[in-house]
């Protein structure tokens, strides 16, 4: 009986044993096989790949300069804060809006004209945003990757007015790129002459109007000399100087010419929007009342069109960014109103900083002055500054010595005590804000120089100072001319001497200012200002550009927009001259930003066919919006054009109600919205206030899934009801850079979806060299010919090649990935719409540690199980603890042994093995076209059978090692666990499996990419 039980137990022993092997070979095979599938490729490159970049990472490290990661450091800190809002920490990319420029008559965008130029000359007014578009260079390159910032050319801003003795541009730059532990500059200009000849800057010359007029010529001709020598060529450095429109006199000739445009509405709606933005954050300090009463941008910018002339003085970036500031820091508090004139814009904005201390509750530590003393301080510090004769120094700075003694005698003038200075000056550079020091103290300098320029003005107010005014003026006319304009603008001035003294000289500059000082006059005399005005209107259909155009139309505009007899005649002038065809004459009426002059514009666009009208009115922004949407038809899309371009949010309400019609007009109607979506106040708009019509019945699926929201109310039917208007269109050739990628993505794959349903059932695919090549691009996709190639033979047209070049360079290569590299299913366009929804709405799942926990786990079974078998083994030939014949335990040891060295050698045979020559293989060797040499025919077969065998060998060691398993915890657990483990691994690889299959489309990738890149800085490029 003793001997029946032990071999019952041995049987049962060596059947539970085998079963269990089984079982868990069985696992191993499916685990290892899953594995393969799942991880295979991605593990091979997993592991290449991080060695690889590690190395990358090293090598970045140890050869970047040490001079560039110090310069990029320093950016954030010296130009990423906005001038008028240092205590509240709001950096420039948070408020900048994008500037434009015009050519044949509508707007581009200026950031993109100046990368495409080799060297640049940047023309606005004071406050038009050029030294904020060097600092936003800066900021934008400084914020990049590395891997993106060594493509580009290094960004350096150089402030002219420190040219001081002799002019040395290469020691201005290298001073950037000085380190604390050089002894000189000499190390830093042979970076800079290094990097120079590479053609590797881009050099931001900003203040050519800044530098003192006895070394013009000089700077002048130092940046001709440095055009020419670093910046010719394709490969060359590039170069931007920037000045006032005003004081440039036509000496830089090579340079490409770029005239800043001033904001128009919708740039004014977006920076308003930012701004509110900002002040409803937490770092904005407003109480909730005042948040209630801050209301939207729309608001706001109602307030300001309602006065042409504060609407004239919003156009320009400087002014607006103080506006808001005042807004939002005191008329908000006060119950005030916005102000009219420049003069009174800048009295409250001062008036507002000097005062902001007990405005804020916040004068603990405040001097002791009163605000009226802090202001005639500083009335006495700008006349310094503006009068110190050019040949003596820098007029835009002044030491801190002199500075003292301009304190102390402000002060004594007015009967106070001076030992409070120090705190004072702690006063105006911390919390007024009104002067800016150097990091050592030793200079100081207004914020900004129109600061300088009306303080100055206030400073010489009255009969008294007009004589010191034209003083001033006539031995350097470009740096006094805006303090003439205050001071012609300051309440209780009579500008009529003045004026007729600039207005009776000989030069046609001298002139033009008496005109702008009309402009701004708060008295003058009526005959003179009649006579002003005959001269000009007379002189507008001939003067040159050059001459001071800009200025006169502003001027005339500013005069034509009051509601006074004055400004009536004016405008009944401009329409005659209108009406006979003269183009100047149109945009003074358009720059007056009155409806009845819009009106006036549109009619003789309809009615006289006017080209020249209709670029007008689209310079009138909001005003002319309803005039222009009553004229609009099938055969007159120019309106649609127009409204689209003005692209605030009532031109696009205006322009939903046109998508319900039928004809061009929808068609058109519906594009342009497609362009204005970019902007999330356009999409607010549309959301609560767009017009909707009878449902569309034939719209693409799932088309509206990216505009809809839990709070969706209109935009989803009228995203519905433009896609099917656009669905059998292009775009017009304007827009097609422009659109929303949320609607150029959905329509580009549908378009690669209609090609290869065309197609009988093949279509050419990317060659494998052209898909590395894809693979190694660094930067973006190049349309080159053999891509260009490849889109033409699968039937993508002109237009649609211009949306895909508008997208985000990442999206261009995802969507080269995705939907060229890949041969998705695409027999039925059908499939594509609920892939484009779950795409456009759920998030991308990241099953990558869900892969990889499956993974360790079936790697850990498969595993331990063979390993305690090996063990046992071991234990059987040792005869420590013996398990079956020792036969068997040697050929399970040896067999897997040999196996894996047969798998070694086949595999290097494999990789270091020469294909035959074709005409030395024998003819069953080729199979469908494709040419098989021993290698692949002998090799292969021999490396999956030992990888079989390594398997099965595996499968039968699991056997022992799951009789030694259970003798260890039990039978029962084994018998329990094992199921348990197979339902867990199987149940979390079939939610992997169904997670992958709903991420894996190509809608989902691209569009994931495109949030990913989606950014203010990240602007669409080809």
């Given amino acids: 009986m003793a001997e029946e039980d032990s071999i019952t137990q041995g049987l049962t022993g060596l059947l539970g044993g085998f079963g269990g092997g089984v079982i868990v070979a069985g696992v191993l095979a499916i685990a290892l096989k899953k594995l393969g599938d799942k991880l295979g490729e991605g593990m091979y490159g997993l592991l290449t790949a991080l060695p690889r970049r590690a190395l990358e990472r090293i090598a970045v490290w140890v050869s970047e300069d040490k001079r560039i990661t110090h310069y990029r450091a320093k950016i954030p800190d010296e130009y990423g804060r906005h001038v008028l809002t ?446 002003i005005l005959a001269h000009f209107l007379a002189e507008l259909p001939t003067i040159r550009r050059n001459l001071g155009l800009d200025g006169i139309v502003d001027a005339l505009g500013s005069v034509a927009a009051r509601d006074t007899d004055r400004g009536s005649t004016l405008r009944a002038e401009l329409q005659i001259g209108s009406a006979t065809g003269v183009f100047r004459a149109m945009r003074v009426l358009a720059r007056s930003g009155r409806p009845d002059a819009a009106q006036f514009l549109v009619d003789l666009a309809v009615h006289e066919n006017s080209r020249r009208a209709r670029i007008c009115v689209e310079t009138m922004g909001e005003v002319a919006v309803p005039a222009l949407a009553g004229v609009v038809s099938d055969h007159r899309l120019w309106p649609i054009d127009a409204l689209g371009a003005i692209g605030t949010p009532s031109a696009a309400l205006r322009l939903t109600e046109l998508l319900w019609r039928d004809g061009e007009s929808a068609i058109r109607a519906a594009w342009w919205i497609c362009v204005l979506l970019r902007e999330p106040n356009i999409e607010a708009a549309l959301q609560d206030n767009g017009s909707i019509g009878v449902p569309e019945l034939t719209t693409i699926d799932a088309a509206w899934i990216p505009f809809t929201t839990p709070e969706s109310r209109l935009l989803p039917r009228i995203m519905q009801r433009i896609t099917a208007v656009v669905d059998s269109s292009f775009p017009p050739a304007d827009l097609r850079r422009e659109l929303d990628p949320r609607v150029a993505i959905l329509l580009i794959g549908r378009m690669f979806v209609r090609v290869r349903n065309v197609a009988s059932g093949t279509y050419p695919t990317l060659s494998m060299e052209y898909s590395k090549h894809l693979a190694r691009r660094e930067s973006a996709i190049e349309f080159d010919a053999q891509l260009s190639d490849f889109l033409t033979e699968l039937g993508v047209e002109a237009p649609v090649l211009e949306m895909i070049r508008a997208l985000p360079l990442s999206v261009q290569r995802k969507l080269a990935e995705e939907l060229l590299e890949t041969n998705y299913d695409a027999s039925s366009e059908l499939r594509w719409a609920p892939l484009w929804s779950r795409a456009a709405l759920d998030a991308e799942h990241n099953t990558r540690r869900m892969t990889l926990f499956l993974a360790a786990t079936v790697s850990l079974a498969a595993v331990s199980l063979p390993g305690i078998g090996v063990v046992r083994m071991i234990s059987t030939i040792n005869r420590s603890w013996a398990w079956g014949p020792l036969w068997l335990a040697w050929t399970m040891l040896v067999l897997p042994v040999c196996t894996l060295a047969g798998l070694g050698a086949g595999w290097y045979l494999m990789e270091h093995s020469t294909p035959l020559p074709r005409e030395r293989l024998p003819e069953q060797f080729a199979r469908r076209g494709t040419i098989f040499t021993w290698r692949d025919d002998i090799l292969v077969p021999l490396i999956v059978g030992g990888v079989g065998g390594t398997l099965l060998l595996g499968g039968l060691l699991a056997v022992p090692g799951t009789v030694t398993l259970a003798a260890w915890i039990g039978w029962i657990p084994v018998l329990i666990g094992t199921p348990v483990l197979l339902v867990f691994c199987f149940a979390l690889n079939y939610t992997i499996e169904r997670l992958n299959r709903e991420t894996d489309n190509p809608f989902r990738a691209i569009i994931q990419e495109y949030r990913r890149s989606r950014d203010p800085a990240d602007e669409p490029r080809g």
């Avoid at 007015?161 to 500059?185: E, Y």
């Avoid at 909730?288 to 109602?302: C, D, H, I, K, P």
Wanted: aromatic share 8%; net charge negative; proline share 3%.
């Fill in 86 to 531: 240092k205590q509240r920490q709001v950096t420039v990319d948070s408020v900048y809006i994008h500037l434009q420029y015009e050519r044949a008559g509508r707007r581009h965008d200026l950031r993109r004209r100046v990368l495409e130029e080799k060297a640049v000359l940047l023309l606005g007014e004071a406050g038009a945003g050029k030294s904020l578009l060097s600092k936003y260079f800066l900021l934008q390159w400084a914020e990049q990757p590395r891997k993106l910032q060594r493509e580009q050319q290094l960004p350096v801003l150089v402030e002219l007015h420190r040219c001081d003795g002799s002019v040395d541009l290469a020691s201005l730059i290298a001073s950037r790129f000085r380190l604390p532990h050089d002894k000189d500059d000499s190390r830093a200009k042979d970076f800079v002459t290094r990097r120079l000849n590479e053609g590797a800057l881009r050099l931001l010359f900003d203040g050519l109007d800044e530098v003192n007029p006895d070394q013009q010529s000089a700077v002048i001709d130092a940046l001709e000399v440095f055009r020419r020598t670093y910046a010719s060529g394709e490969e060359a450095n590039a170069i931007v100087v920037t000045c006032r429109s005003s004081a440039y006199n036509g000496s830089l000739g090579a340079f490409e010419l770029i005239r800043i445009s001033d904001f128009d509405d919708s740039s004014i709606l977006r920076f308003l929007d930012r701004w509110l933005t900002l002040e409803r954050s937490a770092h904005g300090g407003l109480t909730e009342a005042e948040l209630t009463e801050l209301g939207s941008a729309e608001r706001l910018f109602e307030q300001i069109r309602q006065n042409p002339q504060l609407h004239q003085l919003a156009r320009t970036p400087l002014l607006l960014s103080l506006l808001a500031d005042l807004y939002t820091g005191s008329l908000l508090r006060r119950g005030r109103s916005l102000p009219s004139s420049r003069a009174a814009f800048y009295s409250r904005v001062t008036d507002h900083m000097v005062t902001r201390d007990l405005l804020l509750h916040r004068a603990g530590r405040a001097s002791p002055y009163e605000p009226g003393e802090k202001l005639a301080v500083l009335k006495r510090i700008a006349r310094t500054m503006t009068e110190t004769p050019a040949a003596d120094g820098d007029r835009l700075n002044i030491d801190h010595l002199r500075l003292r003694e301009v304190m102390t005698e402000a002060l004594t003038s007015l009967d106070l005590r001076t030992e409070h200075g120090r705190e004072l000056l702690r006063d105006l550079t911390d919390r007024t804000q009104l002067l800016v020091g150097s990091d050592t103290g030793e200079r100081f300098w207004f914020p900004h120089r129109s600061f300088q320029e009306y303080f100055t003005a206030r400073a010489l107010e009255g009969p008294v100072g007009a004589g010191r005014l034209l003083t001033g003026y006539w031995s350097d006319p470009p740096f006094w001319r805006d303090s003439v304009r205050f001071w012609c603008g300051l309440d209780g001035n009579d500008s009529t001497i003045v004026v007729e003294r600039l207005f009776d000289s000989d030069d046609i500059t001298h002139r033009v200012l008496a005109l702008e000082c009309l402009a701004e006059a708060s008295q003058i005399d009526s005959r003179l200002a009649d006579r």
